[in-house]
């Protein structure tokens, strides 16, 4: 079964980067990959999922306003990879990302847990 694979969390300062990485594992699946949009999330305790990033197949790009101007999502179809660079980490930021399709039509991955504090 299809599994999505997140990493590049860990813990940061307020105001420091990460960049995270999605792969979409198997050639077979390389093509679904390339004919949907895709999308970062992410869960912070005790709090519903939500999105925070999507970007579609021809490279446009939406975000949620908390992370508008901070967050860039980018992908690489050659190797099936979606990343999310975070610049100026707040605490609130604080969570667990996953991706998925937008909308989201895959199993959940693990995901990668993101701390922001000082």
């Known amino acids: 079964q299809l599994q999505l694979v997140e990493s590049g969390g860990g813990l940061v300062q307020p105001g420091g980067s990460l960049r995270l990485s999605c792969v979409v594992p198997?050639?077979?699946?390389?093509?679904?990959?390339?004919?949907?949009?895709m999308g970062w999330y992410r869960q912070a305790p005790g709090m519903q999922r939500e999105k925070v990033a999507t970007?579609?197949?021809?490279?446009?790009?939406n975000y949620a306003d908390s992370v508008k101007g901070r967050f860039t999502i980018s992908r690489d179809n050659a190797k099936n990879t979606v990343y999310l660079q975070m610049n100026s980490l707040k605490s609130e930021d604080t969570a667990v990302y996953y991706c998925?399709?937008?909308?989201?039509?895959?199993?959940w991955g693990q995901g990668t847990q993101v701390t922001v504090s000082s």
């Open positions: 998925n399709t937008d909308p989201s039509s895959l199993e």
């Open positions: 198997g050639s077979i699946f390389g093509s679904f990959f390339r004919f949907n949009a």
């Open positions: 970007i579609r197949q021809g490279g446009s790009t």
